[in-house]
T-cell receptor, first 114, second 116 residues
Framework: SQTIHQWPATLVQPVGSPLSLECTVE??????LYWYRQAAGRGLQLLFY??????ISSEVPQNLSASRPQDRQFILSSKKLLLSDSGFYLC?????????????FGSGTRLTVV | AQKITQTQPGMFVQEKEAVTLDCTYD???????LFWYKQPSSGEMIFLIY??????QNATEGRYSLNFQKARKSANLVISASQLGDSAMYFC?????????????FGTGTRLTIIP
């Protein structure tokens, strides 16, 4: 069965520090991968999505970046965090041309920038 | 661009009553998929139900049903016989089926509280 792992679960980082969040998927190959961010009490905002290794699209201009060094690994990074980067980050995957329920989310990372 | 609107920021419902969560969407595409997700306080996103734009019947999954009115561009979630465990945030989402671009666009959510 397919599983998605996301870590760490919580993170407190000072302003200006770097960030690296990792997401891996097991039990499938060539998935679409996504990074979403959720501000407190708000909906989900798509940050990046990837249809393949080194194929990444950015949805929102910001100081974040994403990389996909392996087929089932998706990394969200920042060189210098801002206070506005605080939020709940969710990784998700889907099969291509998926049908119902094709999106599976990780358990999320709660990031607080202080 | 597609847009999802959820106009109810919060709802309070008595346990065992049915509840309807509203969702309207905007797209010029004829082919699309509509999803509902539940997000408990733990933060995980739990898939509830899916409706394809060409599905002739409303989707149902246990106590969840989707009232799909294509002409009105609405996709309301109905929860029958609500339970305390239904207290959570609920998000409506839409996906366009373009190969390689199957992104989910979410609404702002509705916080549902079930009162014992």
């Amino acid at each position: 069965s397919q599983t998605i792992h996301q870590w760490p679960a919580t993170l407190v980082q000072p302003v200006g520090s770097p960030l690296s969040l990792e997401c891996t998927v097991e039990g499938t190959s060539n998935p679409n991968l996504y990074w979403y961010r959720q501000a407190a009490g708000r909906g989900l905002q798509l940050l990046f999505y990837s249809i393949g290794i080194d194929q990444i699209s950015s949805e929102v201009p910001q100081n974040l970046s994403a990389s996909r060094p392996q087929d089932r690994q998706f990394i969200l990074s920042s060189k210098k965090l801002l206070l506005s980067d605080s939020g709940f980050y969710l990784c998700a995957w889907s099969v291509k041309r998926q049908g119902a329920g094709g999106y599976t989310f990780g358990s999320g990372t709660r990031l607080t920038v202080v | 661009a597609q847009k999802i609107t959820q106009t109810q920021p919060g709802m309070f419902v008595q346990e065992k009553e049915a509840v309807t969560l509203d969702c309207t969407y905007d797209t010029s595409d004829q082919s699309y998929g509509l999803f509902w997700y539940k997000q408990p306080s733990s933060g995980e996103m739990i898939f509830l139900i899916y409706q394809g734009s060409y599905d002739e019947q409303n989707a149902t999954e246990g106590r969840y049903s989707l009232n799909f009115q294509k002409a009105r561009k609405s996709a309301n979630l109905v929860i029958s016989a609500s339970q305390l465990g239904d207290s959570a945030m609920y998000f409506c989402a839409m996906r366009l089926p373009y190969f390689g671009n199957e992104k989910l666009t979410f609404g702002t959510g509705t916080r549902l509280t079930i009162i014992p």
